[in-house]
């Protein structure tokens, strides 16, 4: 699942056996992104409004976070 974080960065998210392992695209890469832990209870349907509570700092008027795959 890829979700765009406000406009800023991009963030693909894969569930590994019960973890979740998180990368961010940057400039064409795949690169861990070893900055943010989701424990493993959050499910995939809660993953938006998490992200939004980690990065909520990084938000405008009206910006959102939206799943883009």
Do not use: C, N
Not at 21 to 49: C, F, M, N, Q, W
Not at 52 to 65: K, N, T, V
């Amino acid at each position: 699942m890829k979700f765009d974080i406000y406009g800023r960065f991009q963030l693909d998210i894969q569930r590994v056996g019960a973890a979740w392992a998180v990368y961010r695209s940057d400039a064409g890469k795949h690169v861990p992104a070893t900055d943010l832990a989701i424990p493993p209870e959050v499910s995939a349907d809660e993953l938006a409004e998490y992200l939004d509570d980690i990065y909520h700092e990084l938000s405008g008027p009206g910006d959102r976070i939206s799943r883009i795959g």
